[in-house]
């Protein structure tokens, strides 16, 4: 099973050296600016300099954020709540992701580093673009404005109070995996995988109402 952690106040420390340490952190501007200005960029490309049609280079624009939804719940489950049997998993597992459990207000803990987000996103480019062609560049831009939009949900959910609109569903969502059970609600940007793989968890409250009418 999966490390269980309760939340803390202040931000909790991953490595000992003072180099390393510094590199886990960043501020939300920095990979939100970043992504959002290569995905824009990779769509004004495919359009200007490779000639794509803009309803083409759009519609792969938005393919791609819907697959980084998938992705990113992909990564949620099987790779951040990895099963932590031995002492290794279980440090690896707090290393990527433990520690936001631990300290989920930890401001400078709620994106990737730059540089680790990076590298993971020229791979995804330039795996789309080997395998779908010229349109990758679109696709891949949609994938990384797709990462963007996700970090600035992850980032309000966890800093900003729920608003009283429909966005607030995202508050709701997301708080369900921290503060009532970690082994579902997976999807951060989106409930809509936790749907389609039946591992939405029950709301609390309404599991206390069914003890109550059955009684």
């Not at 280079?57 to 980084?68: E, I, K, N």
């Not at 597992?93 to 709620?110: A, C, N």
Request: glycine share 8%.
């Amino acid at each position: 099973m999966a490390v269980q952690t309760k939340p803390r106040p202040g931000a909790g420390r991953i490595f000992q050296s003072p180099v390393l340490e510094a590199l886990t952190k960043t501020h939300i501007s920095i990979p939100l600016a970043l992504f959002w200005a290569i995905g824009a960029i990779s769509l004004w490309y495919s359009i200007a300099r490779l000639g794509i049609g803009w309803s083409t280079a759009l519609t792969f624009f938005l393919g791609g954020m819907v697959l980084f939804t998938l992705v990113e719940y992909l990564m949620h489950r099987f790779l951040y709540h990895i099963p932590a049997a031995t002492p290794k998993r279980r440090r690896f597992q707090y290393v990527i992701h433990g520690i936001h459990h631990e300290h989920p207000r930890d401001k400078q803990r709620l994106a990737m580093p730059p540089v680790v987000s990076l590298v993971l996103a020229s791979l995804f480019i330039t795996l789309f673009r080997f395998t779908i062609g010229p349109n990758g560049f679109a696709f891949g831009g949609g994938f990384l404005f797709g990462y963007s939009t996700y970090l600035l949900a992850h980032y309000a959910v966890h800093i900003f109070k729920q608003p009283k609109n429909f966005l607030g569903i995202l508050w709701k969502h997301h708080n369900l995996h921290h503060y009532v059970g970690d082994d579902g609600a997976f999807g951060v940007s989106s409930p809509f995988w936790d749907y389609i793989f039946n591992t939405m968890p029950k709301d609390p409250r309404r599991r206390e109402a069914s003890k109550v009418n059955l009684l």
